[in-house]
């Protein structure tokens, strides 16, 4: 089983900085790429950045330049570094993992999430 676990979330203000950490307990071997989602009251989960074993990341359109996702060498932790944070940016910022070998259009594991909240 792996279990995951979102820290770093606050309230921020506008143009500020905030750093994500995902921890995961369990067998590295059960997955092989890690993302953070984000989700709104009333909207979709979207993916913000995703990250593969071997490095490769995954970022979308609406956070590219200013958010990085990145990971230790073991893959038991991961981090989404966010600059220059909008107030659109607010949300609920969901880990997640999977066994897929590419980027997965869902994911099997998710943490609980941590909210993210950023002042005009």
């Known amino acids: 089983q792996v279990q995951l676990v979102e820290s770093g979330g606050g309230l921020v203000q506008a143009g500020g900085s905030l750093r994500l950490s995902c921890a995961v307990s369990?067998?590295?071997?059960?997955?092989?790429?890690m993302g953070w989602y984000r989700q709104t009251p009333g909207k979709q989960r979207e993916l913000v950045a995703a990250?593969?074993?071997?490095?490769?990341?995954n970022v979308a359109d609406s956070v590219n330049g200013r958010f990085t996702i990145s990971k230790d060498s073991t893959m038991h932790t991961v981090y989404l570094q966010m600059n220059g944070l909008k107030p659109d940016d607010t949300a609920v910022y969901y880990c997640?993992?999977?066994?897929?070998?590419?980027?997965?259009?869902?994911?099997?594991?998710w943490g609980q999430g941590t909210q993210v909240t950023v002042s005009s």
């Open positions: 369990g067998s590295s071997f059960r997955y092989n790429v």
């Open positions: 990250i593969s074993r071997d490095g490769r990341t």
């Open positions: 997640a993992a999977d066994p897929s070998i590419g980027w997965p259009s869902w994911y099997r594991y």
